[in-house]
């Protein structure tokens, strides 16, 4: 980068996280310049003494400076044609599975007990204001699963997951804000994840995708000892090269289902 340095401070909270008043910091102490810009790249607080801290990283450079997406480049092919991955569950395993099968060249068919997010909404107001529970669309089930509507935490203290990277940069993309690519322990919340969820589906529907909502899995087509599709409740047949079961620890009629039919999950 061009005429950049980079900067590791220990900073009050007031001043770390507000960036007019941390524009206002590097000014008074000579390191920016009215025709230079700044970037976060790292942040997070230390509360684990009285005076809570922020460890912030940061960039100074004489040209715009933006968070460049490393591990996430959007899918540009449709996948009308392309054969068919069956995904049952549309909460976050689900859609993300949609999105990395987009990827590789499939059509992802996603199958979901619950409703849309909009829908879902209707479904919640229906139990806190009234105490009347949808079996079939709630807080646990529906578009975006669970967490749509539980604060949208996004960090883990596993140390076992991977690279996350590409997953915050696909909620970026679809609308999240970019500070989730730079804090320690990212938060979207429950006012803004609705809208991500429903634009990271419009772009699965854009690509070829296909999401069924208010259809439930009640069997599943085994051939030659593998899992070739499944059955609605209806008794309509969705049929693919794989079936990947996406639907969260809520859904344990489906485990069940899978203890029936004698089918191993792998985890």
């Not at 490393?70 to 976050?92: C, F, L, Q, R, W």
């Not at 079996?135 to 539980?150: H, K």
């Not at 996350?164 to 006012?191: M, Q, Y």
Request: net charge neutral; hydrophobic share 40%; glycine share 10%.
């Amino acid at each position: 980068m061009t005429d950049s340095r980079k900067f590791e401070l220990v900073l009050s909270p007031e001043i770390a996280l507000d960036d007019q008043n941390l524009r206002a910091f590097l000014k008074g102490k000579g390191w920016l310049s009215d025709e230079q810009y700044f970037l976060v790249d790292r942040r997070s607080i230390d509360a684990r003494k009285l005076k809570v801290k922020v460890n912030i990283s940061l960039t100074i450079s004489a040209v715009p400076l933006h968070h460049e997406f490393v591990e996430y480049e959007p899918a540009t092919e449709t996948v009308s044609n392309a054969p068919k991955v069956i995904i049952v569950g549309a909460g976050p395993a689900g859609l993300f599975a949609a999105l990395k099968a987009i990827a590789l060249g499939f059509q992802p068919i996603v199958i979901e007990r619950g409703k849309d997010v909009r829908g879902r909404r209707r479904d919640l107001a229906d139990v806190n204001k009234n105490g009347i529970v949808n079996p079939e669309s709630n807080y646990c089930f529906g578009e975006g699963g669970a967490g749509t509507y539980s604060d949208g935490k996004l960090y883990t203290r596993a140390t076992k997951r991977g690279n996350v990277r590409r997953i915050f940069e696909i909620l970026v993309a679809h609308g999240a804000p970019e500070d989730i690519l730079f804090e320690a322990h990212p938060h979207i919340g429950t006012n803004k994840l609705p809208k991500i969820v429903t634009a990271i589906r419009e772009t699965i529907e854009a690509l070829g995708g296909t999401i069924h909502f208010n259809t439930r899995v009640d069997k599943f087509i085994i051939e030659d000892g593998s899992m070739a599709g499944v059955v609605t409740q209806e008794g309509q047949l969705h049929r693919g090269v794989g079936v990947i079961l996406a639907t969260g620890h809520s859904a344990r009629d489906i485990f069940n289902l899978c203890v029936d039919q004698g089918i191993k999950i792998a985890v």
